[in-house]
């Protein structure tokens, strides 16, 4: 009984945090309009952390929840941001169909490339992965023609109601969709499925699951959910570069997960976050602090590793369960 009032409690309050932060967020970029272009200027930014926290919770539905590490997830966000940029720029759609078409596609090159991984686990999952993010990669750096190489593809054209704030808007509308329908997925007997796989998989493979299906599927929906951030953060840029594909990229969200707690929803997303923020606020400080962000960003991670190994929501999880 003592057990499901604590557990009552704790999603109680979890939902009022989540009101309360989502109103906070739907404010925010209203006053920050009241700063002239400063304001303009933080909006963008906080834009891009929800386009990027996005970016990392989907990654976390193969790393947390599934337990396989890909350093390759890169290649599903080029593929949306190169979906949206090729079709607004080259042949002419709207937006809002180029960012419909923009998951699809990256979808699609999830299910070839993850019908190749799945077969593999561990280390080798992990550097297959990186593999074929490095061909696609090479691939647009090569196509100059198509994709404009290293110079990637810029002008994007924008709606002229899709201003900063409108646009900010989308993202965080977008980006509550996709966290519901994530969390639908982790709740449902898929999600115990891909944790039960995750947790052991010979287990699972002897009471009769077919794992491969099931981590190819969940290989395929982040996928998709990456290819969408993709193609926001490009349309939020107004170009699209090969910088989109690189393994340096498969980094970010990986760095968010750590940071905010790989073993929740929306810790990838805050860890994230935190992430850009910090750059930027350093950035804002001095200028020379950013020449020395690898240092910093090595020290944050080796501080949660050390002594917050949960995340950022492991902190505020312990921190209620005391009080």
Not at 25 to 30: C, D, E, Q, R, V
Not at 45 to 56: D, K, P, R, S, Y
Not at 101 to 129: E, K, N, Q, S
Request: one cysteine or more; proline letters at 2%.
């Amino acid at each position: 009984m003592v057990n499901n009032r604590n557990e009552y409690s704790s999603t109680k309050r979890n939902w009022i945090a989540g009101i309360i932060v989502t109103a906070g967020l739907f404010l925010l970029p209203f006053i920050l309009t009241n700063f002239g272009k400063t304001g303009e200027y933080w909006i963008w930014v906080t834009t891009e952390m929800i386009i990027m926290g996005l970016f990392a919770m989907s990654l976390n539905l193969i790393l947390g929840f599934g337990g396989m590490v890909s350093f390759g997830h890169a290649a599903f966000f080029g593929v949306g941001a190169y979906t949206v940029a090729l079709l607004m720029k080259k042949a002419g759609v709207s937006l809002f169909f180029a960012l419909a078409a923009a998951p699809v596609v990256a979808g699609l090159a999830a299910a070839v490339i993850g019908w190749f991984c799945v077969r593999l686990i561990g280390l080798y999952f992990a550097i297959l992965t990186l593999a074929f993010s490095q061909l696609l990669y090479m691939i647009v750096f090569q196509w100059y023609t198509f994709t404009g190489g290293d110079d990637g593809i810029h002008g994007i054209p924008r709606p002229e109601f899709l201003g900063p704030l409108n646009y900010y808007l989308l993202c965080l509308v977008l980006f509550i969709i996709c966290f519901l329908i994530m969390r639908m997925l982790v709740n449902s007997s898929f999600g115990l499925t891909i944790r039960t796989i995750r947790e052991n998989l010979e287990r699972a493979k002897f009471i009769g699951l077919n794992v491969r299906r099931f981590q190819w599927l969940n290989f395929i929906i982040a996928g998709s959910f990456a290819g969408l951030a993709g193609g926001l953060l490009t349309e939020l840029n107004r170009f699209s570069q090969t910088e989109f594909l690189h393994w340096s990229k498969s980094a970010e969200p990986i760095l968010g997960s750590l940071v905010g707690g790989m073993y929740s929803l929306l810790g990838p997303a805050i860890g994230s976050a935190v992430l850009i923020f910090m750059k930027i606020f350093l950035q804002q400080l001095h200028k020379g602090l950013v020449e020395i962000w690898a240092i910093i960003l090595g020290l944050v991670l080796l501080v949660v590793v050390l002594f917050a190994p949960g995340g950022l929501v492991g902190i505020y999880e312990k921190a209620f369960k005391k009080s």
